[in-house]
């Protein structure tokens, strides 16, 4: 029998807790990281919603001056990476973290102390990142970093260093955890959950994984070389030194079109789930979901261009990509119908998870629209850096991902936390947001096509802009009070102590089988699995409901550790990448062999430690 | 654990086994002599299959290093044994990687022979 | 430590530590390639010297190229050897593993010392950037497959690898064997493409 890292703990006088504040910071399970990730995506979406809302109020009259150019160079930059780095996909890996282990009946990920050293690497990543604006040096070249606006010779302060090393940090993590899931999913299935049987949440998110693990390398190699070429001075981006400024562009794009699929594709898996539930159906098309999901992501590796059909490509690349772009819209297509086919004929119960996937439906279909619109390349002309590019984008980034995300948070939250949000509140909540959201982002389509250009900070008067600016910011205001709403209602739900029951939703899935919230081992006995559906054929051949299943005592089932390691070594990562800062300071070296110690040293520690008891 | 029959008939093997990798080791050896030799004999004038190698000295290279690339991956790193899952992800990942270097050199070196090969055709597309 | 805690059962047989490594170098094959096609894209782009031709020292590469070839053989057979529960052959044919290991990294060490004194940095030319981030990314993931490996012959020294712990060295192994199969790719790719 393995000594309990209790045993060694004690030796070094270092103690784990069970309980506490120290818990949370040496914890191993899913469910705590994922509510880690939870609070601090939420947190970062705000940052980003506050950063927005600045924009719009410098664009709701011509001629502002609310903010300098400078600073709003920050602020679009800044919005754009948080939304996508800090919020969307943390609040993904809140779903991926609490949920997966549950729906494959699994205790935990294959590699708990893995999967805490990813949620302190995004941490110390989002951290760090914002941290810039201490020193008023927020990233400031958009959230692509085109070269060679980011060169050293063109933005000469820390603020792109800021954001190519917060990204690195960022892809850390998120490799690490693309490792894990992956595996996780491939390996730790209940007996008897075949793929095929799978929940297509984790089909969406198993598919997401690969994307990371597949596109992330190639941001990395495009961030080492732009922090080469700021911090050692080589001229990889430098045109004088014979550097080509497209270079950069292909390289982030082949990360970058995948991302957006990163983004997208467990929104579509929430909402594979929430449909289904919510129809009293199952899902229409079981295997088209899964395959068109896998062809998307395969595809997704072939469109990248369509970003660039302005940088003079030539005809031959041109039509490639464009033709290749138009291809994804089919088995994007084919989803939106399955759907569809899924609540057409059910017993359509309008809860507020309800409300958001269909709403998601709606909008995510206005910016596929729009983004096949894009796909013309001759079109794309006139619509690219324009206003017509962002209306796209938030339709399939705000009008699908996030508000996706809300219907899982919705759905999920009374198995993570143990008690309903309250109904009404989120009613309200929905038709803020569906208001506030079209009313900020649909006039975008008609001032884009009349002209208006990305990433300006103000525009003269007399142009047609000013009225529509206007609905837009007061639409925004709308849309950021609908989470004002909904903190309201967590608070208010959180203290009213009204105990939600297992399976409030009638679910198909393994996790609605357990109590709300699960124990820590998830499942007293790891069920067996004859189909689809799980826990709706339990519930079939039971004849009915299941009981309220009660809290057991969990004694003879081993579960991982808590360990101090994974909170240590992304202290090392972190502390490496800021000695990269510093690495022609004084002390330079000094700092760099500082913190590979540190890092060193938690991962000895970590790998020598025994994992479970 | 490998489950499959070749693979446990595979495993018991360690003496036979041991002296195959060994002349894989030496198989490897010889094909990279036979890399560099492709490398001088295209840059030595005169020397026999000069002018031969000379145009052809990549896809010779490419050959060459892509059996030593399979016999390393299969037998040293046990692909030829393992199951279907551990083959996929490595000629997935490989695939894209080619696709992605492929692609690359398609676009920055040579669009503009493909634009000269459909000749007529990218006049009418562009300006 | 009963086997059932050390295996345990998954969806697939394949242990999850082996299925991690496997992923991992799928990822790196990424990596790699685009690296790789750094150095394509701007091959022939430098604008001023010294050029691939004039530099490079293709024996001495031939050597280390040969050397990490032979490593891989030495540490599959020490693979063999930790299978087995034979110590003598897991360490020994290990220690030749890192041995190798070291000599590479020597061999490289001195390439760039040399290239350094003939005027290529980083700084000066397209080639002297692609190359030295290529080789010098592929030269650290051989330092940190080194550490790994000594490591491993330390803890193999103080008896706590044995067979039913090799899996622990397969990872290794694999990963041993997958910084090797980038050389492959490189080696003709920087030194032997040129015209």
């Not at chain 1, 302060?157 to 899931?181: E, K, R």
């Not at chain 2, 199951?83 to 490989?94: E, Q, Y």
């Amino acid at each position: 029998m393995a000594t309990s890292v209790l045993d060694h703990a004690g030796a070094a006088g270092i103690h784990p807790e069970k309980t506490g504040f120290l818990s949370w910071i040496t914890t191993v399970d899913h469910k705590k990281i994922g509510i880690l990730y939870g609070a601090s995506a939420f947190i970062f979406f705000l940052i980003g919603g506050l950063e927005a809302l600045v924009i719009r109020l410098q664009l709701m009259k011509p001629d502002n001056n609310l903010v300098s150019p400078e600073f709003y160079n920050q602020l679009f930059t800044m919005h754009g990476t948080t939304m996508i780095f800090l919020a969307v996909m943390p609040l993904s890996a809140m779903f991926f973290n609490f949920m997966i282990p549950l729906l494959i009946g699994a205790r935990d990920v294959a590699f708990p102390r893995l999967n805490a050293f990813s949620y302190w690497v995004f941490l110390a990543g989002g951290l760090f990142l914002n941290s810039s604006f201490l020193f008023n040096a927020a990233p400031n070249g958009g959230w692509f970093g085109y070269a060679n606006l980011s060169s050293k010779q063109y933005s000469p302060g820390l603020n792109m260093d800021f954001w190519a090393i917060g990204l690195q940090i960022l892809g850390i993590a998120s490799l690490a955890a693309g490792v894990n899931f992956f595996v996780t999913i491939i390996n730790m299935r209940a007996p008897g959950m075949k793929l095929i049987r799978m929940p297509v949440f984790a089909w969406m998110t198993l598919i997401t994984q690969l994307l990371v693990l597949l596109s992330f390398p190639v941001i990395t190699v495009a961030l080492i070389l732009l922090m080469f070429d700021r911090l050692f001075g080589t001229n990889f981006f430098v045109p004088l030194g014979g550097g080509d400024t497209m270079l950069w562009q292909h390289l982030f794009w082949v990360f970058g079109h995948p991302e957006v699929y990163i983004l997208i594709l467990p929104a579509f898996g929430i909402i594979s789930e929430v449909l289904p539930v919510f129809s009293r159906k199952p899902l229409f098309g079981y295997t088209a979901m899964v395959f068109s999901g896998c062809f998307i992501a395969f595809l997704g590796f072939g469109v990248w261009a369509h970003h660039m059909f302005s940088t003079g490509m030539g005809p031959i690349a041109d039509s490639v990509f464009a033709l290749a772009t138009m291809l994804i819209a089919i088995p994007t297509g084919v989803k939106i119908f399955n759907w569809m086919g899924t609540v057409w004929g059910g017993s359509i119960q309008m809860k507020t998870p309800m409300y958001f996937a269909l709403g998601f439906i709606a909008m995510f279909i206005m910016g596929g629209l729009s983004g096949v619109m894009h796909s013309a390349a001759p079109a794309d002309l006139q619509q690219t850096d324009s206003y017509f590019v962002v209306a796209h984008f938030h339709y399939v980034l705000f009008g699908g991902s996030i508000f996706a995300l809300t219907a899982g948070a919705y759905y999920w939250w009374p198995k993570m936390f143990g008690h309903m949000l309250d109904e009404g509140l989120g009613k309200l909540h929905f038709w803020l947001m569906l208001i506030g959201f079209n009313l900020t982002f649909f006039p975008m389509h008609i001032v884009g096509l009349e002209g208006m250009p990305r990433r300006v900070y103000t525009y003269p008067a007399g142009l047609g802009f000013e009225s529509l600016n206007r609905l837009e910011t007061y639409g925004a205001l709308i849309l950021g009070f609908s989470f004002l709403v909904f903190i309201f209602n967590v608070i208010k739900s959180t203290r009213s102590k009204v105990h939600a029951p297992a399976d409030p939703w009638n679910g198909a899935t393994l996790e609605w089988a357990i109590p709300s919230p699960p124990q820590e081992f998830n499942f007293p006995v790891i069920p067996t699995v004859h189909g689809r559906d799980a826990f709706w054929e339990e519930k079939r051949a039971h004849g009915g409901m299941m009981p309220e299943p009660p809290r057991v005592s969990g004694a003879g089932i081993h579960l991982p550790n808590p360990s101090y390691w994974p909170f240590m070594a992304a202290v090392g990562v972190l502390l490496l990448f800021i000695a990269l800062l510093h690495h022609d300071g004084k002390f330079g070296p000094l700092y760099i062999f500082g913190a590979v110690s540190v890092l060193f040293y938690s991962i000895f520690h970590w790998v020598f430690e025994p994992a479970e008891g | 654990m490998d489950s499959t029959a070749a693979a446990q008939a595979h495993e018991h093997n360690f003496p036979e086994r041991a002296w195959e990798y060994v002349k894989i080791g030496l198989v490897l050896f010889v094909l990279t002599a036979m890399e560099v030799g492709a490398y001088e004999i295209a840059h030595r004038e005169g020397v026999p299959l000069h002018d031969f190698m000379h145009t052809a000295l990549i896809p010779v290279l490419i050959v060459l290093s892509g059996i030593k690339f399979a016999l390393v991956a299969l037998f040293y790193m046990h692909l030829k044994w393992d199951g279907p899952l551990l083959k996929g992800i490595f000629s997935f990942s490989l695939f894209l990687a080619t696709f992605v270097i492929l692609a690359l050199l398609s676009l920055f070196i040579y669009e503009g022979k493909f634009s000269e090969l459909i000749g007529p055709l990218a006049k009418v597309a562009g300006p | 430590m009963d086997a059932h805690a050390l295996h345990p059962a998954t969806s697939t047989g394949i242990p999850n530590r082996k299925l991690a490594i496997w992923t991992f170098i799928g990822s790196e094959c990424l990596f790699f390639a685009s690296l790789i096609s750094v150095y394509l894209v701007y091959k022939g782009k430098s604008l001023v010297g010294p050029y691939p031709s004039e530099i490079f020292e293709i024996p001495l590469v031939t050597v280390g190229t040969a050397l990490l070839l032979f490593s891989s053989l030495f540490v599959v057979l020490a693979l063999n050897g930790c299978e087995q529960g034979n110590r003598k052959k897991f360490l020994g044919w290990l220690a030749m593993t890192i041995l190798c290991g070291f000599f590479f990294i020597g061999m490289q060490v001195y390439e760039f010392t040399h290239f350094f004194h003939e005027g290529l940095t980083m700084q000066k030319n397209l080639f002297g950037a692609s190359f030295f981030t290529l080789t010098g990314f592929h030269g650290t993931h051989v330092t940190i497959g080194v550490i790994w490996l000594i490591s491993i012959f330390i803890e193999g020294v103080r008896g706590h690898v044995p067979p039913a712990k090799a899996l622990n060295f397969e990872m290794a192994a694999l990963y041993w064997h997958f910084v090797d199969v980038v050389w492959i790719v490189i080696f003709p790719v920087v030194y032997l493409m040129n015209s």
